[in-house]
């Protein structure tokens, strides 16, 4: 699936400020400084995510350099797996046992529990990038203050079901203090939405196409969730 570009000449600003996912996907709908956000109408059918979400945007700072993040969103309330605790499971105390235990080799196995969450939205997918970076990690390549770039990454995948009703959010963001422990650059992030683009591997069951009715557009503005709470996952990347 192609989110659809913007019209010719059509931009969107935001402000690159050190915060929380929480803030991130906070209130989408309503316009906040430190992000940009698109979301989907109510999706007719499930939808299944299988492969890595790609983010390509042609940007203008009026800095340097930038930190940027990409935030893949479901919007919806449902129960998921709460990856965050535990990385989604529980060790229980009773064993499974399987075929003969030696000296060297038990054959018992702790039991696992799914671990359950009821939230209105998940972050799906999320991925990084300091736009001097967009050709290299190791070497540096800063852009110039007013001219655009396309800075280009990939994201955190997973297999993951869009169920019908939900909608699917894209937020872009600056620094991600949930996974960053860099300082914010204060820059202001132009994106050029008519060259702009993010790119989800969408399938559907056997025999099913996928066509743009499938995804379709919000007649009106649709406003999330208003305060999220999202638990700090138990293992950082920093």
Request: contains cysteine.
């Amino acid at each position: 699936m192609n989110l659809k570009p913007g019209n010719n000449g059509e931009t969107a600003s935001f402000t690159d400020v050190r915060q929380s996912e929480d803030a991130m996907v906070a209130d989408v709908g309503t316009a906040k400084a430190g992000r940009i956000a698109f979301t989907t109408g109510e999706l007719p059918r499930d939808l299944r995510m299988s492969g890595t979400p790609e983010v390509d945007l042609r940007v203008s700072l009026d800095t340097p350099a930038s930190n940027l993040t990409a935030l893949l969103v479901d919007f919806g309330e449902d129960t998921r797996v709460d990856w965050r605790r535990g990385q989604g499971i529980t060790t229980l105390a009773e064993e499974d046992c399987h075929g003969d235990s030696t000296a060297d080799d038990d054959a018992c196995y702790k039991k696992v529990a799914t671990n359950l969450a009821t939230r209105p939205l998940e972050v799906v997918a999320r991925g990084w990038i300091d736009a001097q970076n967009r050709d290299s990690l190791s070497e540096s390549s800063p852009l110039t203050p007013g001219t655009y770039a396309q800075v280009k990454w990939k994201t955190l995948p997973q297999e993951y079901v869009f169920k019908k009703g939900h909608r699917i959010g894209l937020v872009i963001a600056g620094t991600d203090s949930n996974y960053s422990g860099e300082r914010a650059t204060g820059t202001t992030v132009t994106v050029d939405l008519h060259k702009s683009r993010v790119e989800i591997p969408l399938v559907l069951g056997v025999g099913h196409a996928l066509n743009g009715g499938d995804i379709p557009k919000d007649k009106g503005t649709w406003h999330g969730p208003q305060q999220i709470d999202l638990p700090v996952p138990d293992n950082k990347l920093y």
